[in-house]
């Protein structure tokens, strides 16, 4: 009878529109290994993903410092003040896009951290290793405040003092 609830109760939450339906865990037995295997790939391969996105950003950005200053040196040599100064100013918003992104991967990749730590307790367990507990073992999985923000602070306020110093020179 309880299934015959369970039942009625998915096809009815599948009629109503926009109601999203929680999807139904695999049964325990013979599989659950693969599952597990299927699981932890997935979530890895999600950190994985969303970490070199962050590496892809930090490439775009680094290249894009480098074609801005050598702008900006080029308009302050050839006496294009304006021009030096706006490029400061695109400089300090590739910084600003640049950390807002970086943190945002950063963000993304860290939401596949808990469900590798379940996966590695649950293995660690199973085998008796606690040495597989690495997302526990590690120190600095909490640390909140990146060098990055230090960076890009920098960066940006380096930026708009070149702006600055390109307008009122």
Aim: net charge positive; aromatic share 8%.
């Amino acid at each position: 009878m309880g299934k015959t609830i369970s039942s009625v109760r998915t096809a009815i939450t599948q009629w109503i529109p926009g109601r999203r339906v929680a999807p139904i865990p695999p049964p325990p037995g013979p599989n659950d290994h693969e599952s597990l295997v299927a699981a932890l790939e997935h979530a890895t391969r999600w950190y994985e993903y969303r970490i070199s996105q962050g590496l892809q950003v930090l490439n775009f950005y680094l290249v894009s410092t480098a074609v801005n200053s050598a702008a900006y040196v080029a308009a302050l040599q050839a006496k294009l003040d304006a021009v030096a100064g706006a490029v400061g100013l695109v400089a300090a918003l590739v910084s600003v896009a640049a950390a807002l992104a970086g943190w945002r991967s950063r963000g993304l990749a860290r939401l596949a951290l808990q469900p590798i730590a379940e996966i590695q307790d649950r293995l660690a367990a199973t085998l008796n290793m606690d040495s597989l507990r690495l997302v526990q073992r590690n120190p600095h999985r909490t640390f909140t405040t990146p060098i990055s923000l230090v960076m890009f602070v920098l960066a940006c306020a380096i930026s708009v003092s070149g702006a600055l110093y390109a307008w009122l020179r």
